[in-house]
């Protein structure tokens, strides 16, 4: 019979647990010793090839110092590892968790937004922008707070091995002026930059075609080596994180209808390049 994947929940649980133990520079070793267990069994737990009770969770936080509402989120989440699917609230300064944490481990990312620039791609200038625009109520620390992890992300573009990255961007959200032309223009000016890397695909839907499967809004597939597909569904609190395989099959054939009706990677090129310049001259 066929191994049955980790859920969704187990797999987040085991990478932020991975992460606390190495912002800590402990070892799974000094983990396992602390708890009287061996370093396999936390190393397991960790690449979510274990499903670890919330009271293990619990134990293992302990030895990692982690206290007060991070900690009673990730053992929320291991009660809830039976469930399909992983919701999850974001607070006004943290982008989720599980989401920057799969996005490190992902070796493809494809992502359609209907009118923004991908977070992975964005100026600096643009992202202040556009932040400033949808963290209603928050405060000027908030945002330079946001702005910093979106810029911290984009690390993964310039590892040995970055991800293969698929934007799928519409032209109507190219050529609206967030943040002023000048920054609009720069913008779409890095985004071309960016698509001659041999990594990044990007597909522009172009202005003429009005119709089509991505009207109801953004969303992110990320694929991983071993690991079965993911798609997450951002708002402004909330992050839901799909690993039903129908459900997926149903985002990745969005992604086919949206790319055969977006131009070629050239012709993309092409369009971002005047649309930069236009921009910059109006």
């Known amino acids: 019979m066929a191994k049955q994947s980790s859920s969704i929940n187990t797999r987040g649980i085991g990478l932020e647990l991975s992460r606390l133990r190495r912002q800590r520079k402990m070892s799974c070793q000094a983990v396992g010793e602390a708890l009287d267990t061996s370093a396999s069994t936390i ?48 607070s006004s300064t943290e982008q989720s968790r599980n989401y920057r944490n799969f996005e490190l481990k992902a070796t493809k990312i494809s992502d359609f937004e209907l009118v923004l620039v991908p977070g992975l791609a964005q100026t600096t200038e643009y992202a ?42 519409t032209e109507t959200g ?53 690991d079965s597909t993911i798609v997450i569904v951002e708002d402004r609190t909330t992050g839901l994180f799909l690993d039903d395989p129908d459900k997926v099959a149903r985002y990745k054939l969005t992604v086919e209808k949206l790319t055969d009706v977006a131009l070629d990677a ?14 910059h001259r109006e």
């Open 128 to 169: 202040y922008a556009v932040l400033t625009a949808l963290r209603v109520g928050d405060t000027d620390e908030d945002i330079e707070a946001w702005v910093g992890q979106r810029m911290s992300r984009q690390s993964i573009l310039t590892r040995k091995q970055p991800p293969t990255l698929h934007w799928i961007l």
């Open 43 to 90: 190393s397991r737990i960790e690449t979510g090839k274990k499903e670890p009770s919330s009271e293990e969770v619990a134990s293992i936080l302990t030895v990692l110092g982690v206290k007060g509402v991070e900690r009673q989120q990730l053992i929320d989440q291991a009660r809830r590892q039976d469930e399909s699917g992983l919701v999850e609230s974001t």
């Open 266 to 279: 050239e012709e993309s090129l092409r369009l971002m390049r005047s649309i930069a310049d236009d921009l």
């Open 174 to 226: 190219l050529r609206l002026p967030i943040g002023g032309r000048r920054t609009m223009s720069r913008q779409v000016q890095h985004l071309a930059d960016l698509a001659e890397r041999p990594n990044i695909t990007i597909n522009v839907i172009p202005k003429t075609v009005i119709e089509h499967a991505g009207l109801t809004g953004q969303f992110v597939i990320m694929d991983f080596t071993t």
